[in-house]
């Protein structure tokens, strides 16, 4: 659910993630693959003394068995799943995706950014299911 029509839980922490993320944006310019935004996220986020961990595992567990793992590409200050994106827009699919690693992670609050433009485009994504 997008978590403007409920309030911005978590204002301050995804603002210091989007900053980050304009910042890398800048310096990088748009339209590469992922993973460069991704890592420079990290140096991004070491320089200003962010908390992050770069794909963590998280155990997918369907009726108490394990079945897969999701790994994140971010989790910034220890409950913000962060996905780097370089897709035509973000959608339904995307936000539908963050929904499902919130669920599996347990975290709070999950924030899509998508440098495929020269402008940014992110979306806050609040998970709204207590974990498992």
């Known amino acids: 659910?997008?978590?403007?029509?409920h309030g911005l839980?978590?204002?301050?922490?995804?603002g210091e993630?989007?900053?980050?993320?304009?910042?890398v944006l800048n310096a990088l310019g748009h339209g590469l693959l992922e993973k460069p935004y991704e890592n420079s996220l990290c140096v991004e986020f070491g320089l200003r003394g962010i908390p992050w961990s770069q794909q963590p595992r998280y155990d997918v567990v369907y009726k108490t068995v394990?079945?897969?793992e999701y790994v994140p590409d971010l989790i910034v200050f220890g409950f913000?799943?962060?996905?780097?994106?370089v897709i035509d827009r973000i959608t339904y699919h995307e936000i539908g995706q963050m929904l499902n690693y919130l669920k599996i992670t347990g975290h709070p609050v999950g924030l899509i950014l998508n440098f495929k433009r020269?402008?940014?485009?992110?979306?806050?994504?609040?998970?709204?299911?207590p974990s498992a």
């Open 1 to 5: 659910m997008d978590a403007d029509a």
């Open 9 to 14: 839980r978590f204002e301050v922490e995804t």
């Open 17 to 23: 993630i989007i900053n980050c993320a304009f910042e």
């Open 66 to 68: 394990k079945v897969g």
């Open 80 to 85: 913000v799943v962060v996905d780097t994106k």
């Open 118 to 129: 020269g402008r940014l485009e992110w979306k806050r994504v609040i998970n709204h299911f």
